[in-house]
């Protein structure tokens, strides 16, 4: 294991390294408080820690991220598990989200994949069937941005293979997001 030293320096530079990014990540940051505006809704997705980002995201819209404002729509296709091993038993585990989001997504509407990898299949048939029914998708992914990234029509990639790292930088994205929510909304 890592030293703590190392650990946290690695953080640092990737937090650096992010720098450049930073006009992609604004963009991605309109396009959540742009959906929300024009009366539409957040789906979010992802496997493991990246379904708990999911979630993290869409609590903190549905609910209160740190002002009250009203309740903004968002659904985390990986929060209900019934509906996920239905489509994992009846279909298989790749279309997990691509079900929902032809069951939910709507033109306008914008999927917010998380992959640490960008190659989770489930993502991406996701993205490719939203892309069919006119949701926007925003990929938030790790190391090269894999198979995702040709998917998605916007992503922010961070580009470092621990994926630790890769999800302590989608934690600081989805608080950007969450940031310029409320900017938008808390008057």
Not at 10 to 37: F, I
Request: proline share 4%; net charge negative.
């Amino acid at each position: 294991m890592p030293s703590l030293t190392q650990q946290l320096k690695e953080l640092g530079d990737l937090v650096h390294a992010m720098e450049s990014q930073l006009p992609g990540v604004e963009a991605a940051a309109r396009a959540v408080v742009e959906t929300l505006q024009a009366g539409n809704k957040i789906l979010a997705c992802g496997n493991g820690g990246s379904a708990s980002d999911a979630m993290h995201l869409v609590e903190e819209l549905a609910g209160r991220y740190r002002s009250d404002r009203q309740a903004l729509p968002a659904i985390a296709l990986v929060a209900d598990p019934t509906v996920t091993s239905c489509i994992a038993n009846d279909w298989d585990f790749d279309s997990v989200f691509s079900r929902q989001v032809e069951a939910h997504g709507r033109p306008g509407d914008l999927l917010v994949g998380f992959s640490t990898s960008g190659k989770s299949p489930n993502v991406i048939r996701a993205f490719e069937v939203a892309s069919g029914l006119g949701v926007r998708t925003l990929g938030l992914l790790g190391k090269d941005g894999g198979p995702c990234r040709d998917q998605a029509d916007m992503t922010v990639v961070v580009p470092h293979d621990n994926t630790a790292r890769i999800q302590e930088i989608h934690t600081w994205l989805l608080h950007v997001f969450l940031e310029a929510v409320e900017e938008a909304y808390v008057r």
